[in-house]
């Protein structure tokens, strides 16, 4: 049986409490009307089941909170504040962030070829011309940089050829790091922008040679911990899977949802044995967790008295990074309308917009293709009712 979506009531047992982005028992925010007013089409044609959107000022404050439908069409359930979501690529902004800290500590630079940190990649070859007899071969005539992984201007494919073989998740960073001059680089580094997780991979492999310590635990040391994003994670337990909102799209008839799944990682999630971090889609997390990171973002690096990123760090994560193919995009970062940030392959999307100071969060789960649109609207409107 299936159950039509529609505007569930206001009222929830958390809040964002002011500057932290904590939960705390108060005065609920509003919902935004002209928020409600766009995004209940989407609902009423099962294009979204469920949809989670905030619209904060830079302080904390939380001016519109919209929390409309399911989480769980099939058992009713609401969607909520506590419910986990697959990020997908918003996992990408913690590698440019993580990379940038690097950057700070004068222990990397943009500019430093990755071969100075992972010396088996000066194998890479290039292809210079392919038909269906042949593909000729030639080397690269500029080394591929830190900066060509974040920008997804390095010539890599999507993703190596190791994990398109056994799978996203389930080779160390390591290995897929050097797995990457298997498949040679599809044109000269700089030269053309195509977007993929394997950039971001070998990224992380390199804050690993770094920072001394696994990929995950930087993150969780720098980051995740200090920012106080406690359900962030690679591996969500048991218990948090029970919490995950479910993907849905419209069934080929329009009559009701169809329900999707997580296809690109492999299950169980909280397999710590057999699954390793994807640095460029492999992360789970909440809204709350997403509204600690914006804060940072909005406030140049800094959240309650704590730098993380310095400002000339900041300044490269909102600046176009793409060289001559002129693509906004920068170092882990999407670069929109004026704002920078970052969405996932399922609708979810953190959008921070720095001269107003507007964070705008959209957390859905869409496997239908209908959450692009979504969001874009939910963030022009998001604007327009910010300025008001």
Known sequence: MEYPPFFLGLLMSAVFA????????????????????????????YKLAGIIGIIADKEGTVRFKNLMGYADVEARKPISEENLF???SMTKMFAGASIMMLVDEGKVSLDDPVTKFIPQLS????????????????????PVTIRHLLSHTSGLSGQSELQQATGADSTPIRMRALSSVTGPLQ??????????????????RVVEIVGGVSYEQFVQNRLFDPLGMTETTFWPSDAQIARLANAYGPKKDKSGYAKGGINFLTKP??????????????????????????????????????????????DQLRKEQTGSTKVNYSLGYHL?????????????DLSVDPKSGMIAIFMVQCSGGDQWEARDLFLKTAREVFQK
């Open 18 to 45: 002011v500057a932290t982005g904590s939960f705390a028992a108060g005065q609920e925010p509003p919902a935004s009307p002209e928020e409600t007013a766009a995004m209940q089409p989407y609902l009423d044609s």
């Open 86 to 88: 697959w990020v997908a």
């Open 123 to 142: 194998n890479w070859m290039v292809v210079d011309e392919h038909d269906a007899d042949h593909v000729l071969l030639k080397p690269v005539t500029r």
């Open 187 to 204: 044109w000269q580094p700089g030269d053309k922008y195509q977007y993929g997780n394997q950039g971001m991979n070998i990224a992380a």
């Open 269 to 314: 999630y909280s397999d710590r044995v057999h699954r390793f971090p994807e640095a460029g889609g492999g992360l789970f997390s909440t809204t709350h967790d997403i509204f600690r990171y914006g804060m940072m973002l909005a406030n140049n690096g800094v959240l309650e008295g704590r730098r993380y990123l310095s400002p000339a760090a900041m």
């Open 336 to 348: 929109r309308n004026g704002m920078f940030g970052h969405d996932g392959a399922y609708g979810t």
